[in-house]
């Protein structure tokens, strides 16, 4: 059996489909991520199994001031995930300054912090736990790509490939990683939560107006 294990950059995959709707005005934030995940899981072979999906994401509590619900959209969103199989684990959000030349101030900013630690922790948790065969990385985030190389140096025997979200394929990542794939635009439309989503405990989540 080939076990698969994705790991879902949350907010490179949110940014991708706020991209394809400004582009071609389809798709979704209601996105069903497992079944996105499980729609894939074909292309390892008749083996392939589908054993864990991880979230990695941060509630973004500093944009309260302008968009007070946006972490309620977002903490709604992960239970619904949850429910489906997924696992999250949240970073956070830190504060920065950052000097601007142009008006010769500091200004603040905020950066999330600690996924991609995240992320690469979990490569290696997987692997060394022997919890999977094949990982699948959503995202096309290059800051990955020291944890990729190493991963493959040190579990041969595993592979290890990044499914690039829309408008995030990344040809560095593809030479280190060959047989990475992009998803189509099509499984963002197909891959969508019930609205409302119902939760297993019979709770109903629907979703946001915005969305």
């Known amino acids: 059996m080939n076990r698969v294990s994705f790991l879902i ?4 995959l949110y940014h991708s489909v706020v991209d394809l709707r ?16 499980n729609s894939y899981v074909y292309l390892f072979g008749k083996e392939a199994k589908l054993d864990s999906v991880h979230y990695f994401s941060a509630l973004a509590h500093h944009l309260l001031p302008s968009d ?8 709604q969103f992960i239970r619904c995930l949850k429910d489906t199989g997924i696992i999250p684990q949240l970073a956070k959000f830190k504060k920065k300054f950052v000097f601007c030349e142009n008006c010769n101030h500091k ?14 922790a979990k490569i290696f948790e997987l692997f060394h736990k022997d919890q999977a065969d094949t990982i699948i990385l959503v995202t096309g985030d290059t ?22 979200p829309f408008k995030r394929k990344n040809t560095e ?25 119902i939760l297993k ?8 107006k915005e969305w």
Not at 178 to 197: T, V, W
Not at 201 to 208: F, V
Request: hydrophobic share 30%; charged share 30%.
């Open 107 to 120: 200004n603040k900013r905020h950066e999330e912090k600690e996924t991609d630690v995240a992320i690469a």
């Open 173 to 197: 990542l593809s030479k280190i990683a060959p047989g990475s794939f992009q998803i189509k635009q099509k499984m963002y439309e197909n891959c969508i939560l019930s609205d409302p989503y």
């Open 68 to 75: 007070p619900e946006m972490v309620t959209r977002h903490r």
């Open 201 to 208: 405990n019979g709770k109903e989540i629907p979703k946001p």
């Open 143 to 164: 800051d990955l790509k020291p944890a990729v190389l190493t991963a493959k140096e040190l579990y041969p025997n595993k592979t290890i490939l990044f499914g690039f």
């Open 9 to 12: 950059d949350g907010f490179n």
């Open 22 to 37: 400004r582009i071609h005005k389809t798709g979704s934030k209601w996105l069903d991520i497992y079944q996105l995940c």
